[in-house]
């Protein structure tokens, strides 16, 4: 029996790693995605083009628009002579913020009646906007801090002082790119593990597979293990170049990290054999692949908090894989979290592995017969 399952397992990956297409979608689309939401899915703002209409002149007005210039998040493309100028750059997107300083604005720190500082802001994409009020504020509480210091006055009763724990300097990217390693572990092992049983229907060889001593358990088991390699080796090279180039910090226990991995793996492998299964041609395998990707990913927490979606659809959510391990690898990552921790997590993804993987089998028999 384990000679048979050996040479299924041997005959499916040569199958799929001597087919340089499928190397490719191995190896590149996940490089490829991994690249894009390391980078361009940020929450970060940097850059923001903003504007100055600084009607006081004045050498305090000067430095507090001088810390705006110097900060990460903003780049100040204009300096603006009339209010006229400001409506027609937010319009046009030339600028996400324009800063509008008074004409007594030095005067008014001098004598501590303080200074008028508007903000007028693009509130198209508010996501954008409320990021960019936050750089505002510590910006403005900087400078205030640092003009009480240097010209006396009376400290406010109460300081704001922050401290972020697990991601001290908010980086987005240290959310982010943890969750990856869900994504295109599931990507990549439902789009192999869907296409396995299709490619032997469509190329007509799958009516040869049934006539051999093989049990369909045997079958089964020799479609799943090719699919479990490809996901741990996926879910390896992300984590590593996690580690390495993104400069991620992994604090947890990487045993009890791939512990997760593996059960995760399993459930995919579970809906793919599914899927497959039930389809006849690799393009209504593939389709079925992308039908489930979709919701698994939107309800799995990966961009949208479940904490801020419908009860109903917070419900709908526990079936979904992807939301456990979204927290098991984030938190391996960030909070140094060990296999303990991680158990509430494990067991309801242990029990979809379970229930998916038996549902393939019972699909598989019925298709066969």
């Known amino acids: 029996m384990v000679r048979r399952i050996l040479a299924l397992i041997v005959k499916e990956l040569l199958a799929l790693l001597k087919d340089k297409k499928g190397r490719m979608t191995i190896i590149v689309p996940p490089l490829v995605q991994l690249i894009v939401f390391g980078y361009a899915a940020t929450f970060d703002l940097e850059q923001a083009p903003i504007a100055v209409f600084n009607e006081d002149g004045g050498e305090a007005a000067r430095e507090l628009v001088a810390r705006f210039a110097a900060s990460r998040g903003f780049k100040l493309v204009r300096h603006l002579h009339n209010d006229g100028e400001i409506a027609p750059l937010i319009d046009s997107r030339q600028v996400l913020m324009v800063l509008h300083l008074g004409p007594r604005c030095s005067d008014g720190l001098l004598n501590g009646n303080g200074c008028a500082l508007q903000v007028i802001i693009d509130g198209r994409n508010s996501n954008t906007a409320m990021i960019a009020l936050n750089y505002v504020r510590d910006i403005v509480t900087a400078f205030n801090e640092q003009w009480i210091r240097d010209h ?23 959310f982010i790119v943890p969750g990856i390693v869900a994504l295109l572990a599931l990507v990549v092992t439902l789009v192999v593990t869907s296409l396995s049983v299709a490619r032997e229907r469509e190329a007509g060889t799958f009516d040869q597979l049934l006539v051999t001593p093989m049990r369909p358990i045997e079958i089964l088991i020799g479609k799943a293990v090719p699919g479990l390699i490809i996901g741990l080796f996926e879910g390896t090279l992300i984590i590593t170049l996690a580690v390495l180039w993104f400069r991620v910090p992994l604090l947890g226990s990487l045993p009890a990290l791939y512990v997760g991995l593996v059960i995760y793996v399993l459930a995919a492998i579970g809906v793919g054999l599914m899927i497959s299964s039930m389809c006849t041609t690799q393009q209504q395998a593939l389709l079925g692949a992308f039908v489930f990707l979709v919701p698994a990913v939107t309800l799995s927490g990966f961009s949208t908090p479940i904490a801020n979606m419908p009860p109903a659809v917070q419900t709908i959510t526990l079936a979904d894989p992807m939301r456990y391990f979204l927290v098991i690898v984030r938190r391996a990552f960030l909070e140094g979290a060990s296999l303990a921790d991680y158990w509430s997590q494990i067991w309801p993804m242990a029990i979809i592995a379970a229930i998916t993987l038996s549902l393939a089998v019972w699909f598989f028999r019925h298709r066969m017969y």
């Not at 300081?159 to 240290?174: H, I, M, V, Y």
């Open 152 to 174: 006396g006055g009376v400290s406010p009763p109460a300081r704001l002082n922050l401290r972020a724990w697990f991601n001290p300097n908010l980086e987005s990217r240290w």
